[in-house]
């Protein structure tokens, strides 16, 4: 009789253990998340979608990629907000299929370009020279080479983070629109353990993700 009691009160020790780590689990789950939806709020990431992945269309991707990060550069003035950024960025989405089809044309191929600027673009983790950014849903400009067959391509469009020093290009943003001292040191890796925390985000909107298929 002893011995089934305190295998009960392992299991029940056990139990709880395992309801604790679950419940930390899904606060830390929460945290991330915040702090990932946080910052897709101050950015509108670039998406850049090759014709296909032969060698020479990937280059030509790069040479798209250059050019509308010059071209948006152009148009959103220092000081502008998130939301300021999109309007001009949506009015001038010909110009841009413009300017990436120019590009195409400069290294001898005639592809169509196409762009648009979308909510809600699932990006995975990605790590660049001197930032990263989490996993998770974005607003993005997306420029489509060709039949878009090929690997994509990621960064951000505003801030210019992928243009010069990220510091620099975190101060010209408008001061509502300003990151954090905390999201500064997340995405520069400044944050102890970022790149484990990036993860645990990418982690958990793959199991959302595998979830809401699941209940469907």
């Given at each position: 009789?002893?011995?089934?009691?305190?295998?009960?009160?392992?299991?029940?020790?056990?139990?709880?253990?395992?309801?604790?780590?679950?419940?930390?689990?899904?606060?830390?789950?929460?945290v991330l998340k915040e702090e990932q939806t946080d910052l897709a709020d101050k950015l509108i990431r670039l998406h850049v979608v090759a014709n296909s992945d032969s060698e020479a269309d990937q280059t030509l991707k790069l040479a798209v990629r250059d050019r509308i990060l010059e071209e948006a550069e152009g148009l959103i003035p220092p000081g502008s907000s998130r939301e300021e950024a999109m309007a001009l960025l949506s009015g001038h989405l010909e110009e841009?299929?413009?300017?990436?089809?120019?590009?195409?044309?400069?290294?001898?191929?005639?592809?169509?370009?196409t762009a648009s600027l979308e909510?809600?673009?699932?990006?995975?983790?990605?790590?660049?020279t001197d930032f990263a950014l989490p996993a998770g849903n974005y607003t993005a400009l997306r420029l489509v080479i060709g039949t878009?067959?090929?690997?994509?391509?990621?960064?951000?469009?505003?801030?210019?983070?992928?243009?010069g020093s990220v510091t620099e290009a975190v101060?010209?943003?408008?001061?509502?629109?300003?990151?954090?001292?905390?999201?500064?040191?997340?995405?520069?890796?400044e944050d102890e353990g970022y790149i484990v925390k990036f993860k645990t985000m990418e982690l958990l909107a793959?199991?959302?993700?595998w979830l809401s298929g699941w209940t469907r």
């Open positions: 009789m002893k011995k089934f009691w305190r295998e009960k009160n392992r299991l029940r020790r056990l139990e709880a253990a395992l309801l604790a780590g679950l419940a930390a689990a899904v606060l830390s789950g929460a841009l299929a413009a300017a990436g089809a120019a590009a195409v044309a400069e290294e001898g191929y005639a592809y169509p370009v909510e809600d673009v699932w990006f995975p983790t990605k790590t660049y878009g067959g090929g690997q994509n391509w990621w960064c951000v469009v505003f801030p210019p983070l992928c243009l101060a010209q943003s408008a001061p509502e629109e300003a990151f954090s001292a905390r999201e500064v040191a997340l995405i520069t890796g793959q199991a959302e993700e």
